[in-house]
């Protein structure tokens, strides 16, 4: 069976499961990252895993079943890291320019320093397109539903006033969606000082309202 290999952030906020985390699970999971990173999920095998983990072949199979729910339970494990690493960037109550400019710039740096979403930018830029549109855009519609509360949170602590939120998190979604589907640009995106001033200066003003 074919496993989609994008789907970080729709297992991450739209599943329940919760995926093993133990120290062998965990060790298995970090093997199936790398081997992912370097020739793609299709390429990937169960024995591949073990080797990488240094565990038996049946030790892959016991605590995570087969290849498609292996790379769930990577998409969940991956997709959380990623979502509590944005939500760290800055507080909810943090001025909301500052919000924004750190959100940009650790999600620039998660698209450019994550090991699988890396590959998949430079690689497979198709496949991202393809997991962001396909079930009818679920992927995209949980990362804006994502983005949109934490909007909602910050207008209950004070710091974003009475927006469209919704409308204003597609946008910032959108722009994001853009620097990792074209990495080509003239902006400093390595240099994160410089983004975060940018960011401060045209992305802000998005939800000044």
Same mark, same amino acid.
């Given at each position: 069976?074919? =496993?989609?290999?994008?789907?970080?952030?729709?297992?991450?906020?739209?599943?329940?499961?919760?995926?093993?985390?133990? @120290?062998?699970?965990?060790?298995?999971?970090?093997?199936?990252?790398?081997? @992912?990173?370097?020739?793609? /999920?299709?390429?990937?095998?169960?024995?591949? /895993?073990?080797?990488?983990?240094?565990?038996?072949?049946?030790?892959?199979?016991?605590?995570?079943?087969?290849?498609? @729910?292996?790379?769930?339970?990577?998409?969940?494990?991956?997709?959380?890291?990623?979502?509590?690493?944005?939500?760290?960037?800055?507080?909810?109550?943090?001025?909301? @320019?500052?919000?924004?400019?750190?959100?940009? =710039?650790?999600?620039?740096?998660?698209?450019?320093?994550? !090991?699988?979403?890396?590959?998949?930018?430079?690689?497979?830029?198709?496949?991202?397109?393809?997991?962001?549109?396909?079930?009818?855009?679920?992927?995209? =519609?949980?990362?804006?539903?994502?983005?949109?509360?934490?909007?909602?949170?910050?207008?209950?602590?004070?710091?974003?006033? !009475?927006?469209?939120?919704?409308?204003?998190?597609?946008?910032?979604?959108?722009?994001?969606?853009?620097?990792?589907?074209?990495?080509?640009?003239?902006?400093?995106?390595?240099?994160?000082?410089?983004?975060?001033?940018?960011?401060?200066?045209?992305?802000? !003003?998005?939800?000044?309202?």
């Amino acid at each position: 069976m074919a =496993v989609e290999p994008l789907t970080l952030l729709t297992h991450a906020v739209g599943s329940d499961a919760e995926p093993p985390d133990d @120290a062998t699970s965990n060790r298995i999971l970090d093997a199936t990252l790398e081997l @992912a990173a370097a020739s793609g /999920v299709e390429h990937l095998t169960m024995d591949a /895993v073990a080797r990488r983990a240094h565990v038996g072949r049946m030790t892959v199979y016991r605590r995570f079943g087969d290849k498609q @729910a292996l790379v769930a339970a990577l998409g969940v494990r991956e997709g959380r890291r990623c979502l509590a690493e944005l939500d760290a960037a800055a507080s909810i109550d943090a001025p909301i @320019a500052e919000q924004v400019a750190a959100g940009f =710039v650790t999600s620039l740096r998660l698209a450019r320093e994550h !090991p699988l979403l890396s590959r998949l930018a430079r690689l497979e830029p198709e496949t991202v397109l393809g997991a962001l549109t396909e079930d009818g855009g679920a992927l995209f =519609v949980v990362a804006r539903g994502y983005l949109g509360q934490r909007l909602r949170e910050s207008q209950r602590a004070g710091v974003l006033g !009475p927006i469209e939120v919704d409308e204003a998190a597609e946008l910032l979604v959108r722009l994001a969606v853009s620097f990792v589907l074209i990495p080509e640009s003239v902006l400093p995106l390595e240099d994160e000082d410089r983004v975060r001033r940018l960011a401060h200066q045209l992305l802000a !003003p998005i939800l000044e309202g």
